[in-house]
């Protein structure tokens, strides 16, 4: 369904094992992120109504998220720790055609299109984890997230394809998809959601 280039290597379960309290943190200030982000799309796109009722939906979902990662941490004694960045999301931010190259239209179906890749990793990421974390409870937790997530890439690429009138989303799909890739082949050495 999802169609990513490059799976990750369940090795990096293992990093992530070794610290706990910096994997949630990353996660959690993720989800933070991932809120602000459907409203930005939201703020910039608010004529299309239907758009901004599941955004907003999505939003609350993702700051619900943040929340129940924020829950674990204190639970478990841990803290959670400043905001982190995120270097994969900002090479893909880079690659984003920005609207004044275009129409508002295709600023909006970047827009859309690359918050669909960070859904679609990270939905894959948690699979990843659920499947072979040893954390009993971490194992629930990332298979419910995983398919949160996986509604979430749904409604970012459904909007993509609905409001791309007069794009070719599924090959401007395709072409994230490959950039992504060669993004994604730098990482997965780091005890972070995306790292």
């Known amino acids: 369904m999802l169609r990513l280039q490059l799976p990750t290597d369940p090795r990096w379960v293992n990093i992530v094992e070794k610290n706990i309290e910096e994997i949630l943190t990353d996660h959690a200030w993720c989800e933070q992120k991932a809120a602000t982000n459907a409203i930005t799309i939201i703020t910039n796109n608010s004529e299309y109504p239907d758009m901004v009722t599941e ?8 700051l619900e998220h943040f929340e129940m990662v924020h829950e674990i941490i204190k639970k478990r004694g841990l803290s959670l720790g ?20 275009g129409s508002r239209v295709s600023g909006l179906v970047e827009r859309l299109l690359f918050s669909a890749m960070i859904e679609a990793r990270s939905c894959e990421r948690f699979k990843i984890l659920s499947e072979n974390i040893q954390d009993p409870e971490l194992a629930v937790f990332y298979r419910e997230l995983m398919e949160s997530e996986a509604g979430h890439y749904t409604t970012f690429i459904t909007f993509a394809r609905k409001y791309g009138t007069g794009i070719d989303v599924e090959k401007r799909w395709r072409e994230w998809l490959d950039f992504e890739a060669s993004v994604i082949a730098r990482y997965g050495n780091q005890e972070t959601i995306h790292g």
Do not use: G
């Not at 400043?82 to 190259?101: F, H, I, P, W």
């Open 55 to 62: 955004l907003l939906a999505l939003a609350k979902e993702e």
């Open 82 to 101: 400043r905001e982190r960045k995120d270097d994969y999301v900002n090479e893909l931010y880079t690659y984003m055609k920005k609207s004044n190259t």
